[in-house]
């Protein structure tokens, strides 16, 4: 098998929780105890109410993509054999102004619309990193959550 | 609050180099900046050794004040700009700085390259920081996710491409008047957009700016000094920045705005100004949808309806409001606002030919947007 070429992120003491759980095939995200509220990418203090003592909580990883792009540049090493491919902004149900970026898998582009309901899977693309990507959720069976 | 610099400083010398925007030109971009700050300074009717300010946009593709100071042979330069910000705001900052008398005959230059924005994909796998969120799902550079302000404004107002269009063919349109520009004597159609391929859909490839080897050059003085040279003074009236402070993608409120709308409604609160009055407007488009931004964001017209505004025709040469005249980033070539900055000059001094707006005595320019901060400019004859 050929070794994997694109991209890993390298995970540092802001982001090893949220990469951690991704490797157990869960979302986690950080959460301030002070605001009530998640904070995505993670940051050293809450940027409502500068608390430092931040905690992390699991979410559902269901959400609705919020806006995409369909890439046809082959602009990024080991995606070039994988254009057209979706990046996406995904709202997740959690909270207002809560979301990833990541790709959107297991449809047709052109099937992708702003506000279609998608659920988080996690893909294991090595031994050691595990990414979350999103899929259409079918939503007639009320089904969702994690893996 | 009224802004008590307001017309103390005026630009007073244009340069380009080369003399038309090229993808190839052979030269070296110290080459071109060099002699576009020359031919800057030669055509304000002042000497090299006058200039004690150097004002440049310190980002990516650049040719710094102190190097430029040592190729010039400069020995008495009293203000140099921080990085950081964008052309209207440098714009701004010097004439703070002359106002001020920090220095009183200041270079705002910039020069780029084709090459740069040939971004390569990093070396390495393991991306950290920012990058850690991004570059393993295949989101490697902003030309990629500014169209996700495209996707979420057209689904939002139901505008389709042949609309978005419209803003590349407009500008095109423009760019036949202009000498300096790459694409004069290279027509556009819808047709030839629609076609186009996709860089990252809905974006077409003529949707993104053109790389060019190009150096442009402005110099900027006091007023007073400025009303015994060459050419009739053109005054920095008002200015205004924001820094929308939400520099995350995940983060940005609404993809049907950006940080454009913090600073146009700085700028109209503290000019006592509005879109209305603006004889023409110079709008950043190193993407269309950001000049799509501006456009609404500035109060061209309602939102949702910029699409349609251009379309229409409003802002060609003899619509209401004409725009990027001599042909935008998108076809004058990429400058960073620095283009839109210098046909500004020439439009207010009546010499943009082919192209001038009869007339012209006030008109708005404006930098980058997406969702860090942005600067803008309102000069006046």
């Known amino acids: 098998m050929l070794a994997y070429q694109k991209p890993l992120p390298l995970a540092d003491e802001l982001s090893q929780p949220f990469w951690d759980a991704a490797r157990r095939h869960e979302l986690w995200l950080q959460y301030c105890p002070g605001c009530t509220q998640f904070i995505h990418p993670p940051k050293p203090r809450c940027p409502h109410c500068m608390e430092t003592v931040l905690e992390w909580q699991q979410v559902s990883g269901l959400g609705e993509i919020y806006t995409y792009a369909i890439v046809h540049h082959r602009g990024v090493r080991g995606f070039e054999d994988e254009v057209p491919y979706v990046i996406a902004l995904i709202q997740l149900e959690e909270q207002g102004l809560l979301r990833l970026l990541s790709n959107v898998v297991n449809c047709q582009p052109s099937s992708i619309r702003v506000g279609l309901p998608v659920q988080a899977f996690f893909d294991d693309v090595t031994p050691d990193t595990t990414l979350v990507k999103f899929a259409p959720r079918d939503v007639s069976q009320g089904q969702g959550g994690n893996d | ?381």
């Open chain 2, 1 to 381: 609050m009224a802004n008590p610099l307001s017309d103390k400083a005026a630009i007073v010398g244009v340069g380009y180099a080369p003399e038309r925007f090229s993808r190839h030109s052979g030269q070296s971009i110290v080459q071109y900046t060099i002699e576009s700050c020359l031919r800057a300074v030669e055509e304000a009717g002042l000497q090299v050794q006058d200039i004690d300010g150097l004002v440049s946009m310190q980002w990516a593709d650049a040719v710094s004040p102190s190097d430029l100071a040592s190729f010039l042979g400069l020995k008495n330069v009293g203000y140099y700009s921080p990085s950081g910000t964008i052309a209207p705001g440098l714009v701004a900052g010097a004439a703070e700085a002359v106002a001020s008398g920090l220095c009183e005959v200041a270079l705002v230059y910039r020069s780029m390259s084709a090459a740069f924005g040939v971004t390569p994909s990093s070396k390495e796998q393991r991306i950290g920081g920012k990058g850690q969120w991004y570059y393993p799902y295949g989101l490697h550079n902003d030309i990629y996710y500014n169209a996700f302000w495209m996707t979420r404004y057209m689904q939002t107002y139901g505008v389709g491409e042949d609309k978005m269009g419209t803003i590349a063919v407009a500008n095109r349109e423009h760019a036949h008047r202009n000498p300096h520009a790459v694409f004069t004597g290279a027509p556009l159609t819808i047709e030839d957009y629609l076609s186009s391929r996709y860089i990252a859909a809905p974006m077409h490839l003529f949707d993104a700016d053109m790389p060019v080897d190009a150096g442009v050059a402005l110099v900027v003085t006091t007023a007073e000094r400025a009303r015994n040279l060459r050419h009739p003074p053109v005054y920095v009236h008002n200015w205004a920045s924001a820094l929308a402070g939400n520099s995350d993608l995940e983060n940005w409120p609404d993809y049907t705005f950006a940080a454009s709308k913090y600073c146009a409604e700085r700028l109209w609160d503290r000019s006592g100004l509005k879109a209305q009055d603006m004889d023409f407007a110079q709008l950043y488009d190193g993407f269309s949808v950001l000049f799509l931004n501006w456009l609404e964001d500035m109060g061209f017209c309602e939102r949702g309806e910029g699409a349609d505004f251009v379309a229409d025709g409003h802002t060609r040469l003899a619509g209401k409001v004409p725009m990027n005249t001599a042909g935008g980033a998108l076809s004058e070539g990429r400058t960073h606002a620095w283009g839109h900055l210098a046909e500004s000059v020439y439009q207010l001094r009546g010499q943009a030919g082919p192209r001038q707006i009869e007339g012209a005595e006030l008109g708005v320019i404006t930098g980058a947007g997406m969702n860090t901060g942005t600067s803008a400019l309102v000069l006046r004859r």
